[in-house]
């Protein structure tokens, strides 16, 4: 609760399932590399999720009340999504309905989710080579 804005521009789509601040940083991710000790993190069992979860909560996590996180992606509407072999995640509109504060997906779907977001705006323009990208700017929800 520090921070008053993210801008992450072409970057959320390229973050996969245990990308941490070092390789080190999961315990999991750690063993497989053959490391312990004082070697990683100790990570909260909460900080392993999926990777759009995983965005949004540490997004929502570092945000002020009222702060705003500044996306551009490129969406599943186009082929932007799937053609850079660095993608390890995938985006549309819908995507973030998960975490909008109100949105029946949100409430419905237990998915390890802490972010609560209003969306500012939102809009998709068409670039060259058929590539959709997503503009959305969120707003921390916060007590």
Known sequence: ?????????DIIEHIGDCDHVSEWACRRCAAERGFGGED???????RHPLAQIHVMNEAYRI???????????????????HQDPQHRSYWNLNSFLYFT????????FKNGTQARFKVITSSQAKHPGEVWKLKIILEAVKP
């Not at 609760?1 to 521009?9: F, K, L, M, V």
């Not at 990683?40 to 909460?46: D, G, K, N, Q």
């Open 40 to 46: 990683f993190v100790e990570l909260r069992p909460e």
């Open 1 to 9: 609760s520090s921070i008053t804005e993210i801008r992450a521009w």
């Open 63 to 81: 945000l002020v009340p009222g702060g705003r996180f500044d996306i551009e992606v490129p969406t599943t509407d186009g082929r932007g999504a």
């Open 101 to 108: 504060e109100g949105d029946a997906h949100r409430t419905r």
